[in-house]
C-alpha cells in the first residue's frame, strides 16, 4: 500500500497548481482521501477530504472556494486543485488514506493509515 504525493512547487500569489496523490495496492475509491499541509513551525493540518465510496468532499473553511479535490477511479488519483495560492498557503502538503466518514474525524491527523511522503509547495513573488 502506497500513496504518492506530488506536483507541489514555487508559485506566484494568485498562482494555481494541481497536487496528485497516487496510490498504489488499493482502490482509492473505497477509502477516505486527506489532504493536509504543514508549514514551518505549526502542526499538520487538514484542508479537504474525499470521502469514501460516494466521494463527496470536504474543506476547511481557509480551502473553501479556492481548492478543489476530486478523484480519477481510471488512474486510481485524487487531485488537489489550488487556485488563487496565498503565500500562506505555503506549506508541505501531504495525502492520506483512512476509513473514517464522518467530517469531524476525517480532519484528525490520527484517522488516517497511510500517508503519502509530501510534496512542497511555496507561494511567494
Known amino acids: 500500500v502506497q500513496l504518492q504525493a506530488s506536483g507541489g512547487g514555487l508559485v506566484q500569489p494568485g498562482g494555481s497548481l494541481r497536487l496528485s496523490c497516487a496510490a498504489s495496492?488499493?482502490?482509492?475509491?473505497?477509502?477516505?482521501i486527506g489532504w493536509f499541509r504543514q508549514a514551518p513551525g505549526k502542526e499538520r493540518e487538514w484542508i479537504a477530504g474525499?470521502?469514501?465510496?460516494?466521494?463527496?468532499?470536504y474543506y476547511t473553511d481557509s480551502a473553501k472556494g479556492r481548492f478543489t479535490i476530486s478523484r480519477d477511479t481510471a488512474k486510481n488519483t485524487v487531485y488537489l486543485q489550488m487556485n488563487g495560492l496565498k503565500p500562506e498557503d505555503t506549506a508541505v502538503y501531504y495525502c492520506?488514506?483512512?476509513?473514517?466518514?464522518?467530517?469531524?474525524?476525517?480532519?484528525?491527523?490520527?484517522?488516517?493509515?497511510?500517508w503519502g511522503q509530501g510534496t512542497e509547495v511555496t507561494v511567494s513573488s
Open positions: 492520506a488514506s483512512g476509513e473514517r466518514t464522518i467530517l469531524s474525524s476525517m480532519r484528525m491527523v490520527s484517522e488516517y493509515d497511510f
Open positions: 495496492g488499493f482502490t482509492l475509491t473505497y477509502t477516505t
Open positions: 474525499l470521502r469514501r465510496n460516494d466521494g463527496r468532499p
